[in-house]
């Protein structure tokens, strides 16, 4: 199996060779190994999922599903009254998922049941955290280096604090990557807020930090926008890409579901200090 990359840095693509192809008739192995060598696999033209339960079973062949409150598939569409940012259109920073988790998933296994229409916005976008320390200049990296993030997030679903360095080892490779929550800037109009604090900054260069990674992060060369077609299904490296939305057009039919796949072993969450679970439990 083959695919050719749709950015020049990391991605790969896979399209279907005649119509009808199903998504589950693909060796999982291979695409495993390609989701790792290039941080990012899409799955285009091919008959995917009738519901839920079907895409469930599917990402079963790729390792131990990631299981919520609510079960194995988050279903992500805008909400008529959100109280969480994630049900909202407005635009979603970069992030990593399962930073307020007892494990942080390996994949995220992504389906679009419903892709916008290609002026209502809604991409999600990728950074490749180990090609922005790559291109990094000595003195850049250096700065990055010294600072740890601390996040303090309250959802339905859990009531968390994380800790983590913003440059840290790949669990698996131990290459050098990012991780990161993007500060929302305080006049934005965002549902729920995650709490942020870095600390290891010198004095006077926190805009300096946060300006400069943030313009890493984004760099053409760094980060893809994956504008969604109805039944693609995307495969994210969670454990060396950062993530996020754009906004898109209120009540335009985006509808993502999304499924967490853990790695082998599953890895217990090294940033967890406080939570995990929800409110009250």
Excluded: K
């Excluded at 009254?81 to 992030?95: N, Q, S, T």
């Excluded at 709490?195 to 900054?201: A, K, M, N, S």
């Excluded at 996020?244 to 499924?259: I, N, W």
């Amino acid at each position: 199996m083959s695919g050719r990359p749709p950015l020049a840095s990391f991605g790969v693509l896979v399209e279907a060779r005649s119509p009808g192809q199903r998504v589950q008739d693909l060796p999982v192995e291979e695409l495993r190994r390609l989701a790792r060598a290039h941080h990012l696999l899409l799955l285009r033209g091919f008959e995917t999922f009738a519901d839920a339960e079907e895409l469930t079973s599917y990402c079963e062949r790729w390792g131990g599903i990631g299981m919520w409150p609510f079960g194995a598939v988050l279903e992500l569409v805008e909400h008529e009254a959100p109280d969480d940012h994630i049900f909202d259109h407005r635009y979603v920073p970069l992030h990593w998922d399962g930073m307020y988790r007892p494990q942080v998933p390996e994949f995220q296994l992504f389906h679009c049941v419903s892709a916008p229409g290609e002026e209502q916005g809604g991409g999600t976008v990728f950074s490749d955290t180990s090609a922005v320390l790559r291109d990094a200049p000595p003195d850049v990296r250096e700065l990055w280096e010294r600072v740890s993030g601390t996040y303090r997030r309250t959802t339905e679903f859990y009531d968390s604090v994380a800790v983590s360095p913003v440059v840290t080892a790949h669990p698996d490779t131990g290459e050098p990557v990012i991780r990161y929550n993007e500060p929302v800037a305080v006049d934005e109009e965002f549902i729920n807020h995650p709490d942020l604090e870095f600390t290891g900054i010198p004095e006077g260069r926190a805009a300096e930090f946060h300006d400069g990674l943030r313009r890493a992060l984004r760099a053409p060369e760094h980060l893809y926008t994956h504008r969604w077609r109805t039944g693609d299904l995307v495969v994210a490296d969670n454990y060396t890409l950062l993530h996020g939305r754009e906004a898109f057009t209120s009540r335009a039919p985006r509808h993502l579901r999304r499924v967490h796949v853990l790695g082998e072993p599953p890895l217990e969450n090294p940033a967890l200090r406080a939570g995990g679970q929800p409110p009250g439990a």
